[in-house]
């Protein structure tokens, strides 16, 4: 009699089966991959970039620590306490038991793991350095977490006087004009050409409010979509590239991403050909990608990498190619990208003041223009009501 972990009966009887032993019965002691409130698949549960993160960095501990692959996992499956980690844990532990690769266990759950994972696990194992592997890309996962962070954590104040001035503009136009058009009516008051467009407006938004829901969750799938789409990626790039107090920040967010994913890739051991392919898998702006791509044939004809960049000076600073240029020569182009990562990541924050800068009086302008107008709509009737001004 005893215990093993398996995500169902038939893991737990070809793990038994390998240890050449027969199971006279299997109990589950655990509904936890059968019941559907806590599967894998659940819609309500993510693995999340903390999740990812801290399964990396635990498993770089305990195999650093002495610990095989197998005991490893059966520590992070004792500690973990979300459903969909511990799934995964399950999975893993079972197909490293049938011999495949830890590699091979996340490239078959990519819709958890890109790419850069399976290329930077894959280049450990060929050198028998899975553990440091594992080190460096949990701290190329957290740099990137970092980095998301900093750049939502400034946009959020702009976002909230955004989210606030719409919220302030529909209740007006919901709640406000409705009932003062009533007045109107009752005074047979000529309204003026603008308290007739927001009349219109305040009409077609409290027409029906089942509609108003519809429409709006069919313009955030249409925009979901297209953001999506090959032609919607150009336009928004196209945009951020050109919109004077985005493209700053935009174009070193994205040096900043390509710079540290490419330098870990190559400290990972990988071939400088994949190690672009899996970076330009990571960035997401297609001008980059497909100046990434463009790098990788080049380099297949001979041409140095620094070189290719150089090419694209509309895309990379003269900084980075001279930089690319002197680890080349001595070898340590994988810590000069990361060196530069980290240089440029400085940068952001500076960038990134700047936006928040222009933004914030941008918004409050916005708001006060807009609520002024239908105030001014709203008071040129009620003067007229009152007769002290003759409309």
């Known amino acids: 009699m005893g215990e093993t972990n398996a995500p169902d009966s038939e893991g737990v009887a070809a793990t038994l089966a390998q240890k050449q032993l027969l199971p006279v019965k299997i109990e589950l002691k655990s509904e936890l991959n059968t019941n559907s409130s806590f599967s894998s698949k659940n819609i309500l549960e993510r693995f999340t970039v903390q999740d990812r993160i801290a399964l990396i960095r635990n498993l770089a501990a305990t195999i650093k620590a002495g610990l095989s692959l197998n005991e490893a996992l059966d520590i992070l499956i004792g500690d973990a306490t979300k459903p969909i980690v ?10 490293i038991q049938n011999g495949q690769p830890l590699s091979a266990v996340f490239a078959k759950n990519s819709h958890y793991f890109p790419p850069l994972f399976v290329g930077m696990i894959k280049a450990g194992e060929a050198s028998g350095r899975l553990d440091n592997a594992l080190e460096d890309l949990s701290q190329h996962l957290t740099k990137e977490y970092k980095l998301i962070r900093k750049v939502k954590s400034a946009l959020a104040y702009p976002l909230i006087l955004l989210v606030s001035s719409l919220g302030i503009i529909s209740m007006m136009l919901i709640f406000v004009l409705p009932k003062l058009s ?38 955030a ?20 590239f050109h919109l004077p107090a985005v493209k700053n920040l935009v174009r070193k967010i994205i040096l900043v991403r390509f710079s540290r994913t490419l330098g870990s890739l190559i400290d990972s051991a990988l071939s400088i050909s994949e190690s672009l392919n899996l970076t330009a898998s990571a960035v997401s702006n297609p001008n980059y990608q497909a100046a990434i791509l463009r790098a990788d044939k080049e380099i297949k004809n001979g041409i140095p990498l620094s070189v290719s960049l150089k090419n694209e000076a509309n895309l990379f600073p003269k900084f980075l190619t001279s930089l690319v240029a002197v680890g080349e020569r001595t070898g340590s182009t994988g810590k000069v990208l990361k060196n530069f ?3 440029y990541d400085d940068d ?36 007229q009501m009152v007769g002290d001004f003759d409309y």
């Not at 309204?191 to 009409?203: G, R, Y």
């Not at 925009?223 to 790039?237: I, N, Q, T």
């Open 86 to 95: 511990k799934v995964f844990l399950l999975d893993a532990q079972l197909s």
């Open 182 to 219: 009533k007045s109107f009516a009752q005074n047979n008051i000529q309204l003026p050409f603008l308290t007739k467009i927001l009349m219109d407006v305040s009409n077609a938004l409290t027409y029906s409010f089942l509609l108003d829901i519809t429409v709006l969750i069919g313009l």
């Open 221 to 240: 799938a249409f925009f979901v979509y297209f953001a999506k789409s090959k032609r919607g990626k150009k336009v928004l790039s196209y945009l951020a």
């Open 341 to 343: 990562a980290d240089f």
């Open 348 to 383: 952001v924050d500076g960038a990134l003041k700047d936006l928040t800068t222009f933004l914030e009086p941008l918004l409050l302008l916005f708001m006060g223009l807009m609520v002024g107008t239908i105030a001014v709509a709203i008071l040129m009737p009620i003067y």
